[in-house]
């Protein structure tokens, strides 16, 4: 067997399912079966086919493709559902990370008013090393956060 024909047959079900879900939604299924309908009709018309078994026969295909279309239909509907509480959860998660940013923020604060007021009391040198101590610890406190955020992004791409 060559490469493509063992790629054809390690094919799973659902790579199927996808592909005749996204061939019945496209202009050349619309065609043939516009095409398959006409030939009916005209093979009526031209007295080849009895109305009655013609009727009986596209009657009896339309209703097992319809069946089909609706199985097809839930299929996509479920998965489409499994794939929206994945993100459902990833958003649950990125807000839980937000959550714990905005602590880090409010402490962060805190901690800026608290250090305002001994400021107060310091002199001028004094006073430009705390600003650059600050500077540091909030920038790096920051700095962790949005790497955390860009990890949880990045997850969310890959799923």
Same mark, same amino acid.
């Given at each position: +067997? ?5 790629? #054809?047959?390690a094919q799973? *079900? #659902?790579d199927i399912? %996808? #592909? ?5 939604g496209?202009? *050349?299924?619309? +065609?043939l079966?516009?095409?398959i309908?006409?030939v ?8 080849? @086919?009895?109305?009655?078994l ?5 009657t009896t295909?339309?209703?097992?493709e319809?069946i089909? @279309?609706?199985?097809? &239909? =839930?299929?996509?509907?479920?998965r =489409?559902?499994?794939?929206l509480r994945?993100?459902e959860?990833?958003?649950? /998660?990125? =807000?839980e990370d &937000?959550?714990?940013?905005?602590e %880090?923020?409010d402490e962060i =604060? /805190?901690?800026?008013?608290? +250090?305002s ?7 001028d %040198? ?5 600003r650059?101590?600050?500077q +540091?610890?909030?920038l790096?406190?920051?700095t962790?956060?949005?790497?955390? @955020?860009?990890? %949880? @992004? /990045? /997850?969310?791409?890959k799923?």
């Amino acid at each position: +067997m060559t490469a493509d024909m063992n790629a #054809r047959h390690a094919q799973s *079900p #659902r790579d199927i399912v %996808d #592909r005749i879900i996204t061939w019945v939604g496209s202009i *050349p299924s619309l +065609m043939l079966h516009t095409f398959i309908f006409v030939v009916f009709f005209a093979l009526s018309f031209a007295g080849f @086919l009895s109305w009655d078994l013609m009727f009986l026969i596209l009657t009896t295909v339309v209703s097992l493709e319809a069946i089909y @279309l609706a199985i097809f &239909i =839930q299929m996509t509907v479920n998965r =489409q559902a499994k794939s929206l509480r994945e993100v459902e959860a990833d958003v649950d /998660e990125i =807000q839980e990370d &937000i959550d714990e940013i905005q602590e %880090d923020i409010d402490e962060i =604060q /805190e901690d800026v008013e608290k +250090m305002s007021e001994d400021i107060g009391e310091m002199t001028d %040198d004094e006073r430009e090393a705390e600003r650059k101590k600050r500077q +540091m610890v909030t920038l790096e406190a920051l700095t962790a956060d949005v790497k955390r @955020l860009l990890a %949880d @992004l /990045e /997850e969310l791409k890959k799923s």
